[in-house]
T-cell receptor, first 113, second 117 residues
Framework: DGGITQSPKYLFRKEGQNVTLSCEQN?????MYWYRQDPGQGLRLIYY???????QKGDIAEGYSVSREKKESFPLTVTSAQKNPTAFYLC????????????FGDGTRLSIL | EDQVTQSPEALRLQEGESSSLNCSYT??????LFWYRQDPGKGPEFLFT???AGEEKEKERLKATLTKKESFLHITAPKPEDSATYLC??????????????????FGGGTRLMVKP
């Protein structure tokens, strides 16, 4: 079954804890992206990666970290430095080529305990 | 600074009542405008890409159009299953040779569409 898999669907974080959100794809897409979505707001870019072992900060990277060790995987860690982590997190992938659309997984909802 | 504004924020329609959603943008160089549909608790689903002013794309009851300053998503005779949040996003023309930053998208806040039977 092809596509983008985000896990877990729901995640709870305790104070001072780091948590990692998983994003796996079997579409063979080169680029991967992490967005944050808050109620009533548009998607905001956290990090993106165009190729393996390279990634760039987006507009709201503070308090987050990523890695891209494999083409298929782009995990996002929400660190304790992120003081307002409650949000819906979306992972997207994109085929090479400027006019190709981004395709999204079904998200992870993160809440603070 | 690139901006994307969608209006209205919410729209209630009766089944069969046609209407339009607006996406206005200010970017330094448009390299594509994308429309997505998002259902509650799900990720956005890609609908259309528009590349240049005057272009139109259609899919079932949806038709997207593009001018130099805005895009419209026209919904003809909507059904309750068309209820969702519709997002538009623009791809800027910035060119970064090191990281190909021209692939980044700027999203609008979305229009929440509710179609009642």
């Amino acid at each position: 079954d092809g596509g983008i898999t985000q896990s877990p669907k729901y995640l709870f974080r305790k104070e001072g804890q780091n948590v990692t959100l998983s994003c796996e794809q079997n579409l063979n897409h080169d680029a991967m992206y992490w967005y944050r979505q808050d109620p009533g707001q548009g998607l905001r870019l956290i990090y993106y990666s165009q190729i393996v072992n390279d990634f760039q900060k987006g507009d709201i990277a503070e308090g987050y970290s990523v890695s891209r060790e494999k083409k298929e995987s782009f995990p996002l860690t929400v660190t304790s430095a992120q003081k307002n982590p409650t949000a819906f997190y979306l992972c997207a992938t994109k085929r090479a080529g400027m006019y190709q659309p981004q395709h999204f997984g079904d998200g992870t909802r993160l809440s603070i305990l | 600074e690139d901006q994307v504004t969608q209006s209205p924020e919410a729209l209630r329609l009766q089944e069969g009542e046609s209407s339009s959603l607006n996406c206005s943008y200010t970017v330094s160089g448009l390299r594509g405008l994308f429309w997505y549909r998002q259902d509650p608790g799900k990720g956005p689903e890609f609908l259309f890409t528009l590349y240049s002013a005057g272009e139109e794309k259609e899919k079932e009851r949806l038709k997207a159009t593009l001018t130099k300053k805005e895009s419209f998503l026209h919904i003809t005779a909507p059904k309750p299953e068309d209820s969702a949040t519709y997002l538009c996003a623009v791809q800027e023309g910035r060119d970064n040779r090191l990281h190909n930053a021209g692939n980044m998208l700027t999203f609008g806040g979305g229009t929440r569409l509710m179609v009642k039977p």
